[in-house]
Nanobody, 125 residues
């Protein structure tokens, strides 16, 4: 079992930046991802990074604005979010898969085994 705790969510103006962090209770050779869920909408994949950190995938809606990274020595996953938009408003969750590479359908929550409780990001226009 892996416990994961997110932090860094906040309320910001459009165009601003935030950095989310997610600390895992132990190191696990797993790909990790960020998901988000807005009220009334399904949870969607934002980004996924391999265990080595050498490869990352992004949803089209965040490409060029968000950057995922990880520090395995600290068991920590990050999401740098720049040029935030009102439509980025959501609860953000980190998740760990059960394999070192991002699942083929990485944007599907079912492919991730461990989840944090979420951190709220609110962007006002």
């Amino acid at each position: 079992q892996v416990q994961m705790v997110e932090s860094g969510g906040d309320s910001v103006q459009a165009g601003g930046s935030l950095r989310l962090s997610c600390v895992a209770s132990r190191n696990t050779p797993a790909s990790m991802g960020w998901f988000r869920q807005a009220p009334g909408k399904e949870r969607e994949g934002v980004s996924c990074i391999t265990w080595s950190g050498g490869s990352a995938l992004y949803a089209d809606s965040v490409k060029g604005r968000f950057t995922i990274s990880r520090d395995n020595a600290k068991n920590t996953l990050y999401l740098q979010m720049n040029s935030l938009k009102a439509q980025d408003t959501a609860m953000y969750y980190c998740a760990a898969a059960s394999r070192p590479y991002c699942p083929g359908s990485w944007g599907v929550p079912d492919d991730f085994a461990y989840w944090g409780q979420g951190t709220q990001v609110t962007v006002s226009s």
